[in-house]
């Protein structure tokens, strides 16, 4: 089972940069594709970015494409989400979370972390 821990999320002032963190333990992490999604206030949680285990294939929402970047350093068990030109409409809770199948569906993911809370103010 992988354990994951969210972090860098913080307040920012719109058009600014956040980068925010999922690391994980356990050894099988390099085998697993990596999420992230994200939930505003009263909005069921979507789909923000997925990255695949080696880290050569990757998938937005469009909302975000061309802004947010994900990335993965096997080495040290952790992914990470790149966000540039922040929205406000970007504030929400995000969430890492394994997959074993290539699908932007919440439900074909399993372990999934705390979460770190994202604001963008305007």
């Known amino acids: 089972q992988v354990q994951l821990v969210e972090s860098g999320g913080g307040l920012v002032q719109a058009g600014g940069s956040l980068r925010i963190s999922c690391a994980a333990s356990?050894?099988?992490?390099?085998?697993?594709?990596i999420g992230w999604f994200r939930q505003a206030p009263e909005k069921e949680r979507e789909f923000v970015a997925m990255?695949?285990?080696?880290?050569?294939?990757?998938d937005y929402q469009y909302s975000v494409k061309g802004r947010f970047t994900i990335s993965r350093d096997n080495a040290k068990n952790t992914v990470y989400l790149q966000m540039n030109t922040l929205k406000p409409e970007d504030t929400a809770v995000y969430s890492c979370a394994t997959s074993e199948r290539w699908s932007a569906v919440e439900a074909a993911f399993g372990s999934w972390g705390q979460g770190t809370q994202v604001t963008v103010s305007s």
């Open positions: 356990g050894r099988t992490f390099a085998t697993y594709i």
């Open positions: 990255i695949s285990p080696r880290g050569d294939i990757t």
